[in-house]
């Protein structure tokens, strides 16, 4: 089911039929029928721009290609995978009936590039809550230029509304650190504090008042994000800045738990080090957090045997078996 979204011209503009778009994407079985919504949204809003159309019309058009990417991100993480990680065959239609694709359909299949997936799958991790208050948000801002976008979305200051103690802070010990500087140097540490420094000693790091989220993180990134729903939108924002050049290199402290959710499906394309005992961290209060379950350290770059040499000590390092 699709929708179609009309430019109306003259001194006003608007998406017309805008809750029937939005209708139309929760109703969405296909990533085509995703797409269709997505593409005209977003011609519209470049057409409110150019136009110089107001913030307000703008933000309508954004608002659904954001809505848009973030159902294709749930369609793409909810289809069945080849054992190399492909698109699953799917059904298609013939005149005599239906039939099954033998083809492998890869994203190139569906008309999209890998970092488009993970980008759409990034939007999809962020939890509702926080989405609807992004997007709450923005509207209400419009005066002051509050922009909807990808970007803006990811970049969300959305730490002190989902933690508010010292709860979700663990800090890693030194024996991973060490490993951890031998593989990437100089690291910018996004998701830290003064007491985690005093044994990471990272280049530049961002503590909860500064709000990682709203950075930028250039050049190699260590990532050992705070637990509860934080998890799931630093992995997103670190693929996000990884898949625009902007990171070049990373390695994710991650507790191995998460493996069957959609935001965690993207780091199967990266080499990955499942713990094979319990890491000890450390508390804020300064003794050690018996840890309940394993970990995964994820490593996103260029040069994963450097990372199968330091890391394989602490468990199995595995990559995805392309067929």
Not at 176 to 184: D, G, H, Q, S, T
Not at 243 to 254: D, K, N, S
Not at 280 to 286: M, Y
Not at 305 to 320: I, S, Y
Request: one cysteine or more; hydrophobic letters at 40%; proline letters at 6%.
């Amino acid at each position: 089911m699709t929708t179609s979204l009309t430019r109306v011209t003259g001194p006003t503009f608007a998406l017309a039929h805008f809750d029937r778009a939005r209708l139309a994407l929760e109703q969405a079985s296909t990533i085509d029928e995703v797409r269709e919504i997505h593409d005209q949204a977003e011609a519209l809003r470049i057409y409110a721009r150019q136009s110089r159309q107001s913030r307000e019309m703008q933000n309508r058009c954004a608002e659904i290609t954001l809505r848009a990417e973030r159902r294709a991100g749930d369609l793409l993480a909810a289809q069945p995978k080849h054992p190399g990680g492909r698109p699953a065959k799917a059904e298609t239609g013939t005149a005599g009936g239906t039939c099954f694709d033998d083809r492998p359909r890869t994203y190139a299949d569906l008309g999209f590039t890998k970092q488009t997936a993970h980008r759409w799958q990034a939007v999809a991790a962020v939890p509702e809550a926080a989405f609807e208050r992004f997007i709450q948000a923005a509207h209400a801002g419009e005066a002051d230029g509050a922009e909807i976008s990808t970007t803006a979305l990811l970049a969300r200051r959305t730490v002190a509304a989902l933690t508010s103690s010292e709860s979700n802070e663990y800090y890693t010990p030194t024996p991973y650190i060490e490993a951890m500087r031998k593989v990437l140097g100089d690291v910018l540490d996004p998701a830290s504090n003064l007491q985690a420094q005093q044994t990471i000693r990272a280049r530049v790091f961002y503590t909860i008042e500064d709000d990682g989220l709203a950075h930028d993180w250039p050049g190699a990134v260590w990532l050992n994000p705070p637990y509860g729903g934080l998890q799931a939108i630093f992995t997103a924002y670190l693929l996000d800045q990884y898949a625009r050049g902007i990171t070049t290199a990373a390695i994710l402290l991650l507790r191995a738990t998460a493996t069957e959710t959609a935001w965690f499906q993207p780091l199967w394309d990266h080499t990955l080090c499942f713990t094979d005992h319990r890491i000890p961290f450390d508390s804020p209060a300064g003794v050690q957090h018996g840890n309940t379950s394993g970990s995964v350290f994820v490593y996103l770059g260029p040069e994963p045997a450097r990372f199968h040499a330091e890391f394989a000590q602490f468990g199995p390092v595995v990559r995805r078996w392309v067929l």
